[in-house]
Nanobody
Framework: QVQLVESGGGLVQAGGSLRLSCAAS????????MGWFRQAPGKEREFVAR????????YYADSVKGRFTISRDNAKNTVYLQMNSPKPEDTANYYC???????????????WGQGTQVTVSS
């Protein structure tokens, strides 16, 4: 049974920093592209960042480029999202996802976590 469990969410001030973690189990973690998505109330789930199986390539949404960093530790079966200088518009529920051919689309991921809430105060 595949499980993805996010942690690290909470309340952060604009301009601060926060690190999200996602621990995976039940799958061969190093075989999967890992992604972070987010969903704000009344909005569609949107791509934030993704990282290839060995961490060699990373991709970001334009809205977070230069502020957020995705990384992974295959020995720990964990993917991270370092959020620097967050803005109030980054407030959302953040989800990690695993996909054999994960891209920037929701449908390209096979497994999802339950999400962790991030609230950025101004």
């Amino acid at each position: 049974q595949v499980q993805l469990v996010e942690s690290g969410g909470g309340l952060v001030q604009a301009g601060g920093s926060l690190r999200l973690s996602c621990a995976a189990s039940g799958l061969t973690f190093s075989n999967y592209v890992m992604g972070w998505f987010r969903q704000a109330p009344g909005k569609e789930r949107e791509f934030v960042a993704r990282i290839t199986w060995n961490g060699g390539r990373t991709y970001y949404a334009d809205s977070v480029k230069g502020r957020f960093t995705i990384s992974r530790d295959n020995a720990k079966n964990t993917v991270y999202l370092q959020m620097n200088s967050p803005k109030p518009e980054d407030t959302a529920n953040y989800y990690c996802a695993a996909g054999w051919r994960g891209s920037a689309t929701v449908i390209s991921y096979d497994y999802w976590g339950q999400g962790t809430q991030v609230t950025v105060s101004s």
